[in-house]
């Protein structure tokens, strides 16, 4: 029952044009309206209608939506890769002594032989009898290993596709192969694959040629086969201080090198990679 219908006539008519006056500010009867400028803008009714429709977007539907998008980048960017990298790569799982690091072996047989020996000496392990000749055998193991690591220059990565590896046997030259045996194997003593090599063409020290803190470090070689059949191996190299003219000035070097029967070209990679690609003259039908 409203407030006002509990009056007489002229306390009603008295509230009424109370009323009407406090209608400006929003409060009438005792109940608090918000004045047309003070209440927020509606909604359109579309706008409701498809809020209450529409479910929340949950978590798992967003990273869904990431993920197809994030896989048709990656489908986008494996479409502008070149021709070869479609080509099945074969792994170099070939075992050889030549791929076991000497040093990793001496320092741990040596290692094991100390410590054994030293605990059966303190009878801490069984074998006391034989502690004298493992610490004997086993100190100068140590040393050995430990010479071998220090001076230890660890294979590089080769990348070899599989029509590369079939014409590998038949085209490949002679110095192809001892250059990619030599590369993918432990070597001792020496500072950077190739050393010999690479300070003939740069002449480190030289007048025309490039100071040694400057040369090239091989990172890695690719086997593959060039647009006309041939056989080529791709050294690529990390160079920080060098341009790629100063490999094309010396790519006749390259060429002469690791002749006879090839041809040297160069191309500049990512970054401070450049790449000396090392084609063989010969092909299947000379070589049949």
């Known amino acids: 029952m409203p407030v006002n219908a509990a009056l007489p006539a002229s306390a009603r008519a ?27 803008p509606r909604q359109s009714s579309a706008r409701a209608v498809s809020a209450r429709s529409w479910p929340p977007v949950s978590v798992g539907d967003r990273r869904l939506a990431l993920a197809r998008k994030l896989a048709f980048v990656v ?20 075992f050889s002594l030549a791929k076991v690091s000497f040093g990793v072996i ?15 000496y303190f009878n801490i392990l069984p074998g006391s009898e034989w502690s004298a000749l493992m610490l004997t055998y086993g100190f100068p193991l140590a ?18 596709y599989s029509d590369a590896q079939m014409l590998r046997e038949n085209c490949a030259t002679p110095i192809l192969k001892q250059v990619r045996s030599d590369v993918i ?13 690479l300070k003939r063409i740069f002449q480190y020290g030289q007048g025309g040629g ?15 086969v060039t647009e006309e059949g041939k056989y080529c191996l791709v050294l690529v190299f990390e160079a920080k201080a060098l341009q790629l003219s100063d490999f094309e000035q010396r790519q006749a070097k390259f060429a002469s090198f690791f ?10 990679g990512e970054q401070d990679l450049y790449e000396v690609r090392l084609i063989s003259n010969t092909t299947l039908n000379t070589s049949s």
């Open 106 to 120: 001496g320092l741990g047989v040596g290692v094991s032989l100390l410590s054994y020996g030293f605990c059966a």
């Open 14 to 40: 008295g509230a009424s044009a109370a009323c009407a006056s406090d209608r400006r500010i929003g409060v009438c009867g005792g109940r608090r309206a918000l004045s047309p400028l003070l209440r927020p």
């Open 143 to 160: 040393i050995i290993g430990m010479a071998l690591k220090y001076a230890e220059l660890k294979p590089v990565p080769c990348l070899t």
């Open 210 to 224: 490039i100071p040694r803190r400057s040369a090239p470090i091989l990172q890695m070689i690719r086997e593959e």
């Open 75 to 94: 489908r986008a960017a494996d479409s502008t890769q070149p021709a070869s990298a479609g080509k099945a790569i074969i792994p170099d799982d070939e």
């Open 185 to 197: 194997r432990y070597r001792y003593g020496d500072e950077q694959h190739l050393d010999e090599a």
């Open 259 to 268: 002749g006879p029967g090839i041809s040297a070209e160069v191309a500049k």
